[in-house]
T-cell receptor, first 112, second 116 residues
Framework: DAGVIQSPRHEVTEMGQEVTLRCKPI?????LFWYRQTMMRGLELLIY????????DSGMPEDRFSAKMPNASFSTLKIQPSEPRDSAVYFC??????????FGPGTRLTVL | AQSVAQPEDQVNVAEGNPLTVKCTYS??????LFWYVQYPNRGLQFLLK??????LVKGSYGFEAEFNKSQTSFHLKKPSALVSDSALYFC??????????????FGAGTRLAVHP
């Protein structure tokens, strides 16, 4: 089992550019979660999906952020346009119906 | 409101000594409780969970946690700390109002430092 896969692992971009983060959940897991982690704000839940349907996006900070899950094996988190304050580590996690969430290794985003 | 509190930002312990990382929660009904560990530059790793049954739950790497309903606590413990246990530890509780989805409410995290 490869676990949750995230790409890229590191992303450095300039302010104003579009950033797309990718996640492949563990096969058979029906829930997918996107988190952001910073020193200042800790771990924040941005959005989560169940059976590919967005359930709660109240954690998405602004309209510049969007997420999709076109199928059970792929999700994206997009930031357009990016800003320096978006610099953080972004985690994707998936879970099966019996509760634990399994986290990916994260994408470290730096916006210059 | 549902919440998880980890009252200590950092816990320092000498190698070989027992360690405790504290967690208290506030939820409606019977809680589903979790502990996760995060090593530097890594994602969170599941350690253990309490759903029902025995109040003492055993998990990975020799960790255990004790569920105490009267004190609404779920403290993480290990009898003998290792330097390699140094990491960031998160307590979490399932959001009971998330409609059955596995949404978790995380604490702020406690940094454990084990000194040789």
């Amino acid at each position: 089992d490869a676990g949750v896969i995230q790409s890229p692992r590191h992303e450095v971009t300039e302010m104003g550019q579009e950033v797309t983060l990718r996640c492949k959940p563990i096969s058979g897991h029906n829930s997918l979660f996107w988190y952001r982690q910073t020193m200042m704000r800790g771990l924040e839940l941005l959005i989560y999906f169940n059976n590919n349907v967005p359930i709660d996006d109240s954690g998405m900070p602004e309209d510049r952020f969007s997420a999709k899950m076109p199928n059970a094996s792929f999700s994206t988190l997009k930031i357009q346009p990016s800003e320096p304050r978006d610099s953080a580590v972004y985690f994707c996690a998936s879970s099966p119906p019996d509760l634990e969430q399994f986290f990916g290794p994260g994408t470290r985003l730096t916006v210059l | 409101a549902q919440s998880v509190a980890q009252p200590e930002d950092q816990v320092n312990v000498a190698e070989g000594n027992p360690l405790t990382v504290k967690c208290t929660y506030s939820v409606s009904g019977n809680p589903y409780l979790f502990w996760y560990v995060q090593y530097p530059n890594r994602g969170l790793q599941f350690l253990l969970k309490y759903i029902t049954g025995d109040n003492l739950v055993k998990g990975s790497y020799g960790f255990e946690a004790e569920f105490n309903k009267s004190q609404t606590s779920f403290h993480l413990k290990k009898p003998s700390a290792l330097v390699s246990d140094s990491a960031l530890y998160f307590c979490a509780v399932r959001d009971m109002f998330s409609g059955g989805y596995n949404k978790l409410i995380f604490g702020a995290g406690t940094r454990l430092a084990v000194h040789p």
